[in-house]
């Protein structure tokens, strides 16, 4: 069955450093999402991307966060200077339509920890 | 914020059926009830959705009610493995996929 890959599995980056989370989303699907839960806490959205544009972001997604889409394949997200609080796991997620009759499916996500 | 109500957490022995009750009073006639459930720390994973009428998966089954103002999952033999928090989502149009605390569901031998 097709799934959503992400890498690294475990990233441990210094304070104010540069990240870059990777997924490969199923690949007849045209949304794409990343979520993040902190350790203890609610799975949280942070955007969603279709059409190679931002369609929705959350508060949490400021001007440190930014995604692409470089290739047909991969969909990146990057936090650009890395903070204390950033530590947590970051999901993507993809599905065919951006609508209600359409799941999401999940990658097994990526734990930044932040030093 | 979520628009469903379920229990903290529930048990179930192994090989039984587990029923998980969601409460979503405030659903609208375009919006569907979705399954996730989240293993450990590992990513959700979708389990099952319907919109008016009962579904039914490999995974599991959902009973919508009627009036759709609540709805219950249904893991037929529950296995260790089933160990996990299942959150109960309600999804329409264009809105994005907001979780909950969701219900933790512990199976004991």
Redesign the interface.
Known sequence: EPE?T?TPSHQVTQMGQEVILRCVPISNHLYF?W?R?I?GQ????LV?FYNNEI??KSEIFDDQFSVERPDGSNFTLKIRSTKLEDSA?Y?C?SSYR????S???????T?LTVT | DAKTTQPTSMDCAEGRAANLPCNHSTISG???V?WYR?IH??????II?G?KNNETNEMASLIITEDRKSSTLILPHATLRDTAVYYCIV???????????GTKLTVNP
């Open positions: 959503v992400q999402y979520y839960q350790l609610k799975v949280e959205f969603s369609s929705e796991m999901f997620a951006g609508w209600g009759n799941p999401l499916h999940f990658g097994n996500g734990r | 375009n919006e569907y979705y989240q720390s590992q990513g959700p994973q979708y959705h919109l999804l329409g149009g264009s809105e994005k996929l907001v979780f909950g605390k």
